[in-house]
């Protein structure tokens, strides 16, 4: 479920840091990847098993999403260099990772590199 959620947001994340960052990109398809991927996240919340336990961090997470859907074209850029960063965290500190250890520490370069250039921007 956590692999799920993370792709989803690697994917998010990737996408947005690998377009052409233009604002009319982050004004316009934004939000459209936005929603998409809650609802992704949603349909996955109510596929498992224990929906009790994800209610509460749903609810934080799409008013996290919902707020930086509104946010303007710096913010939204903030939030993926957010995002970025958290997500090579993760990678670093996961040692259950089911990549090989090569390829999680390819994955975390390329990520902070990309959080290192959108933060220039």
């Known amino acids: 479920m956590l692999n799920r959620i ?13 377009s052409s960052l233009s604002c009319r990109w982050m004004d316009h398809k934004f939000r459209q990847y936005s929603e998409n991927s809650l609802d992704l996240l949603d349909t996955m919340v109510n596929n498992s098993t224990n929906t009790e336990f994800f209610e509460v961090e749903t609810v934080a997470f799409l008013m996290i999403c919902t707020a930086a859907s509104r946010a303007s074209a710096e913010d939204k850029l903030g939030f993926t ?14 040692p259950g990772a089911s990549w090989e ?3 999680v520490k390819d994955f975390v370069s390329v990520v902070t590199q990309q959080a290192g250039c959108a933060r220039l921007l």
Request: proline share 0%; aromatic share 14%; glycine share 4%.
């Open 81 to 94: 260099v957010e995002v970025l960063e958290e997500m090579a965290v993760l990678f670093e500190e996961d």
């Open 6 to 18: 993370l792709f989803v947001c690697l994917f998010l994340a990737l996408y947005s840091a690998g």
């Open 101 to 103: 250890e090569s390829t």
